[in-house]
């Protein structure tokens, strides 16, 4: 395959070289199979020599079956004693198989090393079948080879930290290869990769920083747009954090560890983590996904703008943005901070003890009494809001019909919206426009509000009148009969009881 052809020809060369040089052990010299094989002079037992396998006592045999208590080659590699010959496409990662996913075999070579290598390979995306349709796309040996198979911790292992990209990018990079697969998956990742300072890192023989398998894993690699994958949105916080906020594995580069803890707790964090609101940026959504770098000046306010682009279009005509650029602030970062974003309040605007603007901004400089006049503009607004809403519920409680005016508070909030973003024009006229806006709608539904209060009083007031009226007629008629009633008794005793004629 293409890493076996770019790395491990040259790297067997080498090795044989060095072999030749170098006396066999007697652990060696007792394997039958590998005794006759490099009198072959062949490459497998060449390269066996530096295998971790052989280090650790798996001998030719372990692999291939056989019978190697023998220097007979009929008898060795014979069918009946097991021997399975040079094993291809599925056949090869299965051979692998019948010992990391054992993890009894394992023990019985005092290893502690993870197994289930082969099921999270076969269930991954590389798992999928190759172009010729019987075998699947990628075996063991693809990433690891077969003979001179390394420790992982070995520099030399192609899946060291530092030889890994190339291992991964042998394929990853070459667009005509994963054309046949995948038209529509991108191929630039080495190329972003090695402009960031994870990859510029990387490349000058760092092994902390992230790479390839670092973020998307190694045997059980998905697709991004899995949700069980390791860099979708709502796992990559913490893929990014199993190193960034690790403080023994982030020492010694003095940066702080802290990202996650306050990113959690942001905004952006909850709306993510908590809400799992996709449309909120998760790491990558500043720092992108092989380019991350810390978005430096010129970008940052390119970044939050993706998706904050009415923010960003009025920051960049307000006079904020050319007294920014000169004194190389970054553009929303400098009120807004980066990692520990909380939601925006009206307490951020004016001259207040909270207030952002009197950071820079001093009694006296256009800038403060512009905060201050803007920061009564939005309290104004907030309060005719608030009132126009209360009218709204009161009238709703008495009963009345308020549709129309509780469809219109949408534009009172709309208003309140607007205005929130508008403050990053600063320019106190413009601010004051779109206020003045909004105080309009706020008092057109105030007015429908009080006037349906009252007409529901006007209602009440006639009904209460009618009421009254018709109590007082009651009473009076009562008295009255009672009045005729009592007369009546009195002439009745007088007459001795002779009916009224
Ligand atoms: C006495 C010499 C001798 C011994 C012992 C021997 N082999 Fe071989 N082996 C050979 C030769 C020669 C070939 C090449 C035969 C061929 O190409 O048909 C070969 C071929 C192989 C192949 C490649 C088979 C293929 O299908 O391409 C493997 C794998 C192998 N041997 C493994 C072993 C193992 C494992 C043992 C021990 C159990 C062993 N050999 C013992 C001489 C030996
Ligand atoms: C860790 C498992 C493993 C061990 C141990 C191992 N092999 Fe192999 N061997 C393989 C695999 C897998 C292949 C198929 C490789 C491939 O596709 O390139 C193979 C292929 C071969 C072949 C065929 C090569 C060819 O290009 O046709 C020979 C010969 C061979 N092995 C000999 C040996 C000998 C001799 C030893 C001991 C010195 C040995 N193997 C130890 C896994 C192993
Ligand atoms: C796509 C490349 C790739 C393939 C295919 C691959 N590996 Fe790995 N393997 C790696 C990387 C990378 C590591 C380094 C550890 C890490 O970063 O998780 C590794 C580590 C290992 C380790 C060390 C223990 C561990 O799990 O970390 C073993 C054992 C191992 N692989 C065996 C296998 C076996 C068996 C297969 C086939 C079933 C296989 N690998 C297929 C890339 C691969
Ligand atoms: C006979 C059992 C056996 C077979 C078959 C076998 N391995 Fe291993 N493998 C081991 C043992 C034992 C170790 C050493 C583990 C340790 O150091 O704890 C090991 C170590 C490794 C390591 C290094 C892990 C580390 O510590 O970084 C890799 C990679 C690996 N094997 C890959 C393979 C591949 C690929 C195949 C198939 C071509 C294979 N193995 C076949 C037993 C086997
Ligand atoms: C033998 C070539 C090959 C090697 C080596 C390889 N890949 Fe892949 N990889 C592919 C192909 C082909 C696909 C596309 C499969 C598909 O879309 O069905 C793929 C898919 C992926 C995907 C999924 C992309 C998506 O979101 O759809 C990721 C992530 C990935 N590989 C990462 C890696 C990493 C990390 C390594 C190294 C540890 C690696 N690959 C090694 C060929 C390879
Ligand atoms: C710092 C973490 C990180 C590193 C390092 C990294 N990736 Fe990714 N990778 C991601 C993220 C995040 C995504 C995109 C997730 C999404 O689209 O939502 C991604 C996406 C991918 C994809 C899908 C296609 C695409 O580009 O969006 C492939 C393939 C891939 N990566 C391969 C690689 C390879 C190969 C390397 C090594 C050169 C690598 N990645 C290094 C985090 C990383
Ligand atoms: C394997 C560990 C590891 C992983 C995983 C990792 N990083 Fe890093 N990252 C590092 C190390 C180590 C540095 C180097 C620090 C330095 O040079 O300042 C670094 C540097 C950075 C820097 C540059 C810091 C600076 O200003 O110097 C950024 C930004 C960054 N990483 C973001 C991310 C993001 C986002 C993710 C997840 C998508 C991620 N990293 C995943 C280890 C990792
Ligand atoms: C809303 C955008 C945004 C999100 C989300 C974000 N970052 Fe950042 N990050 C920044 C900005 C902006 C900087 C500062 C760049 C500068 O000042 O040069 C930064 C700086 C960094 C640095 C450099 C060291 C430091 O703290 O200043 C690291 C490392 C880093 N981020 C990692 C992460 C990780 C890990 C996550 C996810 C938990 C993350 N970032 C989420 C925007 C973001
Ligand atoms: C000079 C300080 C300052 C700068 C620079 C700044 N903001 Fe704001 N931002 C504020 C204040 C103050 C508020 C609160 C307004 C309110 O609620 O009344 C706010 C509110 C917001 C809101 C919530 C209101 C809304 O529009 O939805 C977002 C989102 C926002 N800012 C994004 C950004 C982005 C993106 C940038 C960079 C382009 C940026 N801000 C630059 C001061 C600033
Ligand atoms: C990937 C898109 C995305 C990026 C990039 C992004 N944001 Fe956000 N932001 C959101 C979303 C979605 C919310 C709303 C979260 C919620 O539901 O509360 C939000 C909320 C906010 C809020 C709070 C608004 C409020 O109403 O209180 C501020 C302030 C903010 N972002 C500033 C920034 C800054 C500054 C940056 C750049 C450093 C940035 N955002 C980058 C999507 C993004
Ligand atoms: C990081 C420092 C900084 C912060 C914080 C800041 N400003 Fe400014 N502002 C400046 C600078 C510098 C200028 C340009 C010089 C000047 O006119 O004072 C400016 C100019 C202005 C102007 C234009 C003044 C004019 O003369 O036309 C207004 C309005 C303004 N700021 C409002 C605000 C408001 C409102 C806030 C709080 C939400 C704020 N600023 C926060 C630094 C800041």
Redesign the pocket.
């Known amino acids: 395959?293409?890493?076996v052809k770019q790395v491990l020809a040259p790297a067997a060369a080498l090795l044989w070289i060095l072999l030749a040089s170098a006396p066999l052990s007697r652990a060696d010299a007792r394997d039958g199979c590998l005794t006759c094989h490099q009198g072959l002079g062949d490459k497998p037992s060449a390269l066996f020599a530096h295998d971790i396998h052989a280090a650790r006592g798996v001998t030719c045999a372990g692999c291939h079956g056989g019978n190697a208590s023998t220097d007979d080659m009929e008898q060795a590699m014979n069918k009946t004693a097991g021997f399975l010959g040079k094993p291809v496409g599925d056949g090869i990662s299965l051979m692998c198989a019948r010992c990391h996913s054992d993890s009894i075999r394992m023990a019985s070579f005092h290893s502690r090393i993870p197994t289930g290598q082969f099921a999270a390979l076969q269930q991954s995306?590389?798992g999928?079948l190759s172009l010729n349709g019987k075998e699947r796309?990628?075996q063991c040996t693809?990433?690891h080879g077969a003979h001179g198979i390394l420790a992982v911790s070995n520099p030399s292992s192609p899946?060291h930290p530092l030889n890994?990209v190339a291992?991964?990018t042998?394929?990853?990079n070459n667009a005509k290869?994963?054309r046949q697969?995948?038209p529509g998956?991108a191929v630039d990742q080495l190329e972003k990769y090695r402009t960031s300072v994870h990859g510029v890192r990387n490349a000058a023989g760092d092994g902390r920083v992230a790479e390839?398998?670092s973020c998307?894993g190694?045997h059980g690699?998905?697709?991004?747009?899995d949700v069980r994958s390791r860099?979708y949105p709502t796992n990559i916080p913490g893929t990014c954090a199993s190193c960034h906020s690790d403080t023994v594995h982030m020492r010694g580069y003095g940066i702080p560890t802290d990202q996650f803890a306050k990113y959690s707790m942001s905004v952006h964090g909850i709306a993510l983590l908590e809400k799992k609101d996709l449309g909120a940026p998760a790491c990558n959504g500043c720092h992108g996904n092989h380019g991350a770098t810390p978005p430096g000046v010129e970008s940052i306010s390119k970044v939050c703008g993706t998706c904050h682009a009415l923010n960003a279009d009025l920051f960049s005509s307000s006079p904020h943005k050319g007294a920014f650029d000169a004194a190389n602030l970054p553009e929303c970062e400098t009120c807004h901070g980066n990692h520990e974003i909380l939601p925006a309040t009206s307490g951020l605007l004016g001259v207040g003890p909270d207030a952002l603007c009197i950071r820079c901004h001093s009694a006296g400089d256009s800038g403060y009494s512009t905060a201050g006049t803007m920061r009564v503009l939005v309290d104004s607004l907030e309060l005719g809001e608030k009132s126009a809403r209360s009218l709204v519920e009161e009238a709703e409680q008495k009963g009345m019909e308020i549709a129309e005016a509780k469809f219109r508070l949408r534009d009172t909030r709309q208003a309140a919206l607007e205005a929130r973003t508008m403050v990053h024009s600063f320019d106190g006229a413009r601010f004051a426009a779109v206020i003045a806006k909004g105080l309009a709608t706020n008092s057109s539904v105030a007015e429908e509000a009080t006037k349906t209060v009252q007409e529901f009083y006007f209602r009440r007031f006639g009904l209460g009148v009618a009421t009254l009226i018709i109590t007082v007629l009651a009473v009076s008629l009562y008295v009255y009969v009672r009045r005729i009633e009592r007369r009546q008794a009195g002439e009745g005793k007088k007459t001795g009881g002779t009916p009224l004629a």
């Open positions: 395959m293409v890493f995306v590389h999928r796309m990628v693809t990433c899946v890994v291992t991964c042998s394929c990853h290869y994963m697969y995948n998956l390839c398998a998307h190694s690699i998905l697709q991004a747009k860099v």
